[in-house]
């Protein structure tokens, strides 16, 4: 069994990539937060330290079944609409640093800190593109109505910005007399920027919250 120094160091070195990591996913309100990627990367890190424990001749097996694995978790993090994905590079992040923390636990350093590099320069282009407008990406919006509306009257409205949206939430609230929608919408940022004030004279239009 590796030192108990060396089982602290792989354990930091994985649970600091993680949460830092982790935290910007939460902040960009993608399906897995600092949460999960802290968890799947130390649990790898912990099966890849007992792989190569208990098996050290051939640990391969075991580490192979713990990225199979991974992948079940990553498909949750998969939302469809439109005949679309969302949601792929999370997933993609996720059995990424399940890699880290087989890495680190099986002390390739260089590849674990590469591997973790290249994300975060994934996350940082990806970004930019954003800010330019480039491609598409998708969010959530909640809007609130101060009246009971048709939901196809907010639809028409969607259509103005965006083809590609998703109704998720509806929240009907007879007695206060409102509605609360939730739609998952991808399109360009600066589109998808324009919906409150497209919104914002509409008599029934109460909010918008753009997440």
């Known amino acids: 069994m590796e030192s ?4 602290l160091l792989r354990f930091s070195i994985v649970f600091i990539f993680a949460i830092l990591f982790g935290l910007e996913r939460q902040r960009s309100h993608k399906p897995l937060g600092f949460g999960a990627f802290i968890f799947v990367s130390i649990g790898a890190c912990a099966l890849s330290l ?7 001749e051939n640990p391969l097996p075991l580490l192979g079944a713990i ?15 439109n005949d679309k994905l969302f949601g792929v590079t ?6 990424g640093f399940a890699i880290i923390g087989i890495m680190i636990g099986a002390g390739e350093y260089l590849i674990g800190a590469l591997i973790y590099v290249a994300a975060w320069a994934v996350i940082f282009i990806d970004r930019h593109l ?6 598409s990406y ?7 109505t101060n009246k009971i509306i048709q939901e196809k009257e907010l639809r028409n409205d969607l259509l103005i910005i965006t083809q590609n949206f998703k109704l998720m939430e509806v929240d009907v609230d007879k007695k206060e007399n409102k509605m609360v929608l939730i739609y998952l919408v991808e399109g360009s940022k600066d589109n998808i920027n324009k919906l409150p004030k497209l919104l914002f004279d509409k008599e029934w239009f109460s909010s918008c919250k753009i997440e």
């Open 4 to 7: 108990i120094l060396i089982i």
């Open 50 to 56: 007992t792989a190569i424990d208990l098996v050290p």
């Open 67 to 81: 990225v199979s694995g991974i992948g079940f978790l990553g498909a949750g993090a998969l939302i469809k609409s």
């Open 90 to 95: 999370t997933a993609a992040g996720i059995w």
């Open 130 to 135: 954003e800010k330019k407008g480039i491609g």
């Open 138 to 144: 998708q969010r959530k919006i909640v809007i609130t």
